[in-house]
């Protein structure tokens, strides 16, 4: 980051103008005189033989850099690292958001009973299929609608596909919504049933 403000007049002026803005901050503030006898306990309380404390000890070196470059760190932290846009991260957002709707929340069930992710079922016939990880190794999950009578009772329709970890699907006209892992593009049936949920009462 030195190496390039010390190249390029435009970020140079951005640092002192966030620079100056922090320290006004700083001396906006009414003055303040700290209890009697401060310094001389934070001296005291130094290892001994450390050398003579000086009120810049400490300063990390971004210190110069102003609060709005700080902030600009961390927010690259954040996406280098890919929390701000990792599939849990946005599966939970999609959980708060569709429960502020109104949405009921139904566990995903197995065959054996496992607990596989979660559908979001709304009353308008929406539902959100939320899985806890994006689909593996080139793969899709498909989400499957049935009825539990009639004539077509039982017969899986698909309700569309997703490589991620959410999937949205309209469940009207049917009973439950299952998912199921497939190769990539699909198939005309569950090959890989992973678990289903009711979706009425
Ligand atoms: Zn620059």
Excluded: K, N
């Excluded at 139904?106 to 539902?127: E, F, N, Y």
């Excluded at 497939?182 to 992973?194: D, I, N």
Aim: a positive charge; one cysteine or more; proline letters at 10%.
């Amino acid at each position: 980051m030195e190496a390039h403000l010390a190249q390029c007049p435009a970020c140079r002026a951005e640092v002192a103008r966030q620079r100056d803005a922090l320290y006004g901050l700083a001396q906006a503030l009414p003055a303040a005189d700290p209890p009697p006898g401060t310094w001389e306990r934070i001296e005291a309380r130094r290892a001994p033989g450390a050398g003579p404390a000086t009120p810049s000890v400490g300063r990390p070196p971004w210190w110069g850099l102003g609060l709005a470059a700080g902030v600009a760190l961390l927010l690259a932290g954040g996406v280098a690292s890919g929390w701000l846009f990792s599939p849990a991260r946005t599966a939970q957002t999609d959980v708060q958001r569709w429960t502020a709707q109104g949405a009921a929340q139904r566990p995903l069930i197995s065959r054996s009973g496992a607990a596989v992710g979660t559908l979001l079922v709304r009353p308008d016939g929406q539902a959100l299929l939320v899985l806890g990880r994006p689909a593996p190794g080139g793969q899709v999950y498909q989400a499957w609608g049935r009825r539990a009578s009639g004539p077509r009772a039982g017969v899986p329709v698909s309700l569309g596909l997703t490589a991620g970890a959410t999937l949205r699907v309209t469940w009207t006209g049917y009973d439950s919504v299952g998912v199921s892992l497939e190769p990539a593009g699909g198939s005309p049936a569950p090959t890989r049933p992973l678990g289903r949920a009711d979706v009425r009462g």
